[in-house]
């Protein structure tokens, strides 16, 4: 990768002066381009391997590629572990609170299967989190506990 960043000079060797940075960056990227023609290294340019331009591609391309191989994987398997311990630790504050308006079995049956379930929600959180070696001391303290 090669780049030229002088900024433009006239004539006599003094840097010109613009009216605003855009204007100068402008006409930086220009210069820049017209030195890699005149020392003949326009095959450089045409390949992508000259300028700021191809500079800031090709850094643009190894940002991407970093965030689709490194950062989301690692990213997202962090929130499932996340989700996983925050999934157990709700199951573990127990049964939703229920009213005991109706007496009758339909109510009790409903208060059986919330139990059930919570065991159930309780179990998958501990298996989950056996496979996640981060967090195996904390499930061998909850299982000892339970």
Not at 92 to 120: C, H, R
């Amino acid at each position: 990768m090669a780049t030229s960043n002088a900024p433009p000079e006239d004539k006599h060797g003094i840097v010109k002066v613009y009216a605003s940075n855009i204007q100068r960056l402008q006409a930086q990227a220009c210069a820049e381009v017209n030195v890699f023609k005149e020392i003949d290294l326009n095959e450089l340019l045409q390949d992508g391997f000259a300028s700021h331009s191809a500079l800031v591609t090709r850094l643009n391309c190894m940002y991407v590629d970093n965030l689709k191989t490194a950062w989301a994987p690692n990213t997202l398997r962090r929130l499932a572990v996340e989700q996983i311990k925050l999934d157990l630790n709700n199951n573990l504050l127990g049964i939703p609170f229920v009213t005991f308006e109706d007496t009758s079995d339909k109510g009790l049956t409903t208060v059986k299967a919330a139990i059930v379930q919570v065991n159930k929600n309780i179990r998958t959180s501990l298996i989950c989190l056996e496979s996640s070696k981060p967090v195996k001391l904390l499930t061998a303290n909850i299982t000892s506990s339970i």
